[in-house]
């Protein structure tokens, strides 16, 4: 059975499309070859192949590499996806966490990794002791990296999700005012007025630079993720209306909390990295319910990598470790 482009299904090569993933993502026949054990000039051949098959040129030589035509960039999602899905589906089921040597990778702000990651890392080599964890900022293509199953899950709160994508609650938290011990309203009454006089840290994790920010997400390439965790809430108050004090704006939680604790700036920050820092850096935090706001922090996965019993484990015991915090 043959296609509009000519292609029979019935005598197709599958290496070839394999061939066209590689040099889809590398951009590079070298590397395309290096990533399949192909010589450059084994690659080159089927990249010829390719072109008779789909009647298109597929990739042309730029300044930045091969750079794919608009029919290249039609196929690209769909092979690399059905590739996907074949691998899942031909690949071994049975799985030993005490025996496997994989490393998985995981993509989160440093609140994740403060909370969350070291209880994670103790129970990830309890369970499997050869195996490796790899933990990625957000500033990473997280999309890209869990399309290509080289991101296993992703933590952080989001809005919209791929529908190739899935994801689980992992907890909730609140956000509570900073400041440092001896702070002139460590022990005076926080209000509007006050808050609105003092000097602030913003923090905004700014893990795009490329993508459309919209009231404290990004969305980029179908995904909308919470970019500015602490001090959005803040922002959207009426006191900032009146705000007189000056405002800094860092781009992670430690950044903030060494800033506060050695100045009498305040920041929100989520309650748990409060508590986990406070003893720490010499902080003390107060609840304060009229801009205090709860956000959930969420797994994200692809679907077809989640289904492997590698990234089914691993997702478990992360839900496991999270309902402990």
């Given amino acids: 059975m043959k296609n509009q482009s000519g292609l ?17 993502k590398e951009r590079n026949a070298t590397l395309a070859g290096d990533q399949l054990g192909l010589t450059q000039s084994a690659v080159s051949h089927a990249l010829g192949q390719l072109r008779e098959l789909f009647r298109d040129e597929l990739f042309v030589r730029g300044a930045g590499g091969m750079v794919p035509t608009t029919r290249a960039i039609e196929l690209g999602a769909q092979i690399h996806h059905a590739l996907l899905g074949l691998k899942t589906a031909v690949s071994p089921q049975s799985f030993t966490p005490a025996e496997t040597t994989r490393k998985f990778t995981l993509a989160c702000s440093d609140y994740t990794g403060t909370v969350f990651v070291p209880k994670l890392a103790k129970r ?14 957000l500033g990473t293509d997280i999309v890209q990296g869990l399309d290509e199953g080289k991101i296993d899950l992703v933590v952080n709160a989001f809005g919209k999700t791929p529908d190739r994508m899935s994801h689980d609650v992992l907890w909730e ?26 000097d602030h840290v913003v923090i905004d994790l ?22 500015n965790h602490a001090g959005l809430e803040t922002q959207r108050t009426r006191y900032l209306d009146r705000h007189s004090g000056r405002t800094t704006t860092v781009p992670n939680y430690l950044s903030a909390i060494a800033l506060v604790s050695e100045t009498d700036m305040i920041t929100e920050l989520p309650r748990r990295f409060a508590v ?44 496991d470790v999270a309902a402990t915090l």
């Fill in 8 to 24: 029979n299904y019935n005598t197709l090569n599958l290496n070839l499309l394999r061939v066209f993933d590689a040099l889809y």
């Fill in 124 to 137: 990830f080599y309890m369970e499997a002791p050869n195996a490796q964890l790899k933990i990625l900022p």
């Fill in 173 to 198: 938290d609140r956000t509570v005012w900073v400041m440092r011990k001896g702070h002139p309203c460590e022990n005076r009454r926080l209000t509007l007025s006050r808050i609105a006089e003092l």
């Fill in 206 to 227: 700014a893990f795009v630079d490329d993508g459309e920010d919209f009231d404290g997400f990004v969305r980029r390439h179908g995904l909308t993720q919470w970019n």
């Fill in 276 to 319: 986990a820092t406070a003893d720490r850096f010499g902080l003390v935090f107060k609840d304060f319910p009229m801009t205090h706001r709860e956000g959930k922090t969420t797994a994200l996965w692809h679907q077809i990598y989640g289904n492997l019993s590698t990234v089914a484990w691993f997702r478990q015991i992360c839900r």
